[in-house]
């Protein structure tokens, strides 16, 4: 399912300044550049369109019509703040309270924006890797387990000191910005969304309009870009994704193990794997929100195996693919799914990579970004 054009060779190309050296006797004559394909040549198309299409487009048009925002102080205390997202649905695969927070849980809302009530600014983004880096915060200094109902959201950045993590996002964009420079700006920093910041017109102080997401952005791409159909080049050709020194887990492995692998490796996701090396299922970061759900940690105990049986039972699965699907397909599926990831697998289902949504949106905002107009 997924597509990268390989970048063209300069090789071979005479810079003016060649035919000003002296000794030209041995010179050789300039190879014959390899005509484009007609799946190169649509490859390169389709990459085109679609950042034409993300530099025309802001990120307010992006948001539906009608959508709901948590905004927390950050006064609040972190269990205060974990009983707010789990009771209005914000965390998949947790109870749901009402309809709209069913519509909350399907849009998969995994974060929230910071409020500095103090200085009436926005402070960051709350998301699931705060409550992760909590753990293991107190993992690491269990006499410190006493105070973890008084800890507050203001503190999170002595809890990334301690434990030597990324700092909170704070990263944030204009909405009438162009979705190709909120995509930019993501990709910088790694982030996997970004806050929408407006400046109020009557008190000119920053207001949070929403969070844009990459799955968000990637889906707006889908169904309104008919050219993703034009990536067409398989994945067994593209470097995209990660197939090298993998994280990988066992259904006999403890959470808190998989929970440690998912922090010092700032990842969302760790493949379980059976003793055959085939795929059986998918340890996400927001399974431990379902754990510790109500202030409770005892279910951190517990193995993988354990962990996954509490899932809700409307779960949805997780998605795979092979090297030999193309992006176009990849793109189909987003505009009909809500996924995160893919899991690469061969015919047996043994793992082979993993393909993020942070690949697919760097691959087409980079590739070959720069010979875009040498075709033009």
């Given amino acids: 399912m997924a597509s990268l054009p390989v970048n063209p060779s300069h090789e071979g190309w005479v810079q003016p300044s060649s035919y000003l050296r002296r000794n030209r006797g041995h010179s050789h004559p300039m190879p014959h550049a390899e005509p484009e394909s007609a799946i190169e040549r649509d490859q390169r198309f389709g990459l085109q369109r679609i950042r034409e299409f993300l530099k025309v487009r802001t990120s307010y048009d992006v948001l539906p019509l009608s959508f709901r925002l948590i905004i927390f102080d950050t006064a609040l205390l972190v269990k205060k703040s974990l009983t707010i997202l789990i009771n209005n649905g914000s965390f998949p695969g947790t109870a749901v309270a009402s309809p709209a927070a069913d519509l909350i849980q399907r849009l998969g809302i995994i974060s929230a924006p910071l409020w500095d009530s103090t200085t009436s600014s926005f402070a ?3 998301t699931t890797s705060d409550y992760l880096n909590l753990i293991q915060f107190y993992w690491q200094n269990p006499e410190a387990i006493s105070r973890i109902d008084q800890f507050k959201l203001s503190s999170l950045r002595e809890i990334e000191k301690a434990i030597g993590v990324q700092p909170l996002e704070t990263l944030s964009i204009h909405p009438q910005r162009s979705l190709y420079e909120a995509c930019r700006r993501m ?22 309009v929403s969070v844009l997401t990459q799955y968000r952005i990637l889906k707006f791409v889908a169904v309104n870009v008919s050219e993703t159909q034009l990536l067409r080049k398989p994945l067994r050709q593209l470097k995209l994704g990660t197939y090298k020194n993998l994280e990988t887990a066992r259904m006999e492995s403890s959470v808190f193990d998989v929970i440690h692998q998912l922090v010092n490796n700032s990842i969302s996701s760790v493949p379980i794997l059976n003793s055959d090396s085939v795929v059986t299922n998918v340890f996400e970061a927001v399974d431990v929100i379902t754990l510790i759900k109500g202030g409770v940690y005892d279910d951190l105990n517990l193995n993988v195996g354990e962990a996954l049986q509490k899932r809700s039972e409307d779960f949805p699965g997780i998605y795979t693919c092979s090297i030999h699907d193309r992006l176009d397909t990849i793109f189909d599926t987003i505009r009909k799914s809500r996924m995160h990831r893919l899991v690469v697998v061969d015919e047996d289902n043994r793992l082979v990579g993993i393909l993020t949504l942070s690949d697919i949106l760097e691959y087409i905002l980079l590739e070959g970004e720069g010979d875009d107009s040498k075709h033009s």
């Fill in 187 to 208: 990709l910088e920093s790694r982030a996997r969304r970004i806050p929408l910041v407006d400046i109020d017109d009557e008190t000119k102080r920053a207001m949070v």
């Fill in 124 to 126: 960051g983004l709350l």
